[in-house]
T-cell receptor, first 115, second 111 residues
Framework: DADVTQTPRNRITKTGKRIMLECSQTKGHDRMYWYRQDPGLGLRLIYYSFDVKDINKGEISDGYSVSRQAQAKFSLSLESAIPNQTALYFC??????????????FGPGTRLTVL | GQQLNQSPQSMFIQEGEDVSMNCTSSSIFNTWLWYKQDPGEGPVLLIALYKAGELTSNGRLTAQFGITRKDSFLNISASIPSDVGIYFCAGQRNYGQNFVFGPGTRLSVLP
């Protein structure tokens, strides 16, 4: 089984709809991240969390919100989706302790299309 | 915000050829990471670099932390079809800060 899972894998929605993307991990990591990927722009950080209930804004947080109610789960919400939020969304985790503290493990991604 | 540039943006090579790509910044970084993204998958870490001048290998892949601390390089020797994908660099300015990702280099390997 995958260590970092994302649901759904694909979603098509309409402008104005509320959307939630879920991320779960079985790695036992304390840190979790949400990134957005657009062609030619690489990965941009939306929000990150270093522990349960800890929430921090990333580079492009406007229009998004997150929730970290448990160490293993980190959800991303679009309260009112707009077309320019069409992108590939990745969740990632990392462990703040140990030798691999810098390594982020990515989920398979969620492709979101906003019509 | 901080910007990372990757060159080339894309490349087509013959199977068996060696590949070189780089990542540059106007800022100094203390950590460089190289990731590979296969189609339909999330990025996977290939190599981590923590010291200026450091040269680290992972199989046919070799990465170097530039001595100016403003760049990093990735080489792939004797390319094979499964090397196809997008290669991302990521830099961290200071410990504990978040990483900045480059736009990626898309590699295609022709049989």
């Amino acid at each position: 089984d995958a260590d970092v899972t994302q649901t759904p894998r694909n979603r098509i929605t309409k402008t104005g709809k509320r959307i939630m993307l879920e991320c779960s991990q079985t790695k036992g990591h304390d840190r979790m991240y949400w990134y957005r990927q657009d062609p030619g722009l690489g990965l941009r950080l939306i929000y990150y969390s270093f522990d349960v209930k800890d929430i921090n804004k990333g580079e492009i947080s406007d229009g998004y919100s997150v929730s970290r109610q448990a160490q293993a789960k980190f959800s991303l919400s679009l309260e009112s989706a707009i077309p320019n939020q069409t992108a590939l969304y990745f969740c990632a985790t990392s462990d703040s302790s140990g030798l691999t503290y810098n390594e982020q493990f990515f989920g398979p991604g969620t492709r979101l299309t906003v019509l | 915000g901080q910007q990372l540039n990757q060159s080339p943006q894309s490349m087509f090579i013959q199977e068996g050829e060696d590949v070189s790509m780089n990542c540059t910044s106007s800022s100094i970084f203390n950590t460089w990471l190289w990731y590979k993204q296969d189609p339909g998958e999330g990025p996977v870490l290939l190599i981590a670099l923590y010291k200026a001048g450091e040269l680290t290998s992972n199989g046919r892949l070799t990465a170097q932390f530039g001595i100016t601390r403003k760049d990093s390089f990735l080489n792939i020797s004797a390319s094979i079809p499964s090397d196809v994908g997008i290669y991302f660099c990521a830099g961290q300015r200071n410990y504990g800060q978040n990483f900045v990702f480059g736009p990626g280099t898309r590699l295609s390997v022709l049989p």
